[in-house]
């Protein structure tokens, strides 16, 4: 159906996903620096930070080959969380997000030749009060320490501790994996 693309992501999540849609992909780590201007929305930053992912895979060349890159970051009462570094960031950011709802924004950039396409997609979740006893159990049974905001939906935290979410619940899991799909069929159709 499509064509072999080039992930620029280690992430699990990203290539269950891709594995799902049936789009068959090679994995290419980028290394890219995570850093940002300071003025970028929340929106801006994430799709900023997909782009140089694709930007250190083709580092100054041009692909036959699409090539996607990702960024997820979660924003909750104007705070922006990314990976927790350590336990105590973990448990800090759950903690935060107890009882409160939150965005999960993921920048999306595919490149293909001179062509890119960048978009975004955000989730609200909502989560139940968590009581610390729950946050601890999940931070030291799960080490959430890849995963924006200290958790993963599809964990036992996603299972127990949210209450509800509006909109795409594979964009919480890092790719709104629909609108890749999409926006893949759009490329290579005006790639023939």
Known sequence: MFSKIILASQSPRRQQLLTWAEIPFDVKVSNSDETFPPQLEPAEIAMYIAENKVKAVL??????????????????????????????????????????????????????????LLFYDVTKVHFHQLKPSQISFYVHTYKPYDKAGGYAIQEWIGVVGIKSIEGDFYNVMGLPVSRVVQALKRMEGKMK
Not at 80 to 109: R, W, Y
């Open 59 to 116: 580092d100054g060349e041009f692909s036959d080959v699409a090539v996607l890159g990702a960024d997820t970051l979660v924003v909750c009462n104007d705070l922006i969380f990314g990976k927790p570094s350590n336990e105590v960031e973990a448990i800090k950011m759950l903690t935060l997000l107890s009882g409160n709802s939150h965005e999960v924004i993921t920048g999306v950039c595919i490149k293909k030749g001179t062509d890119t």
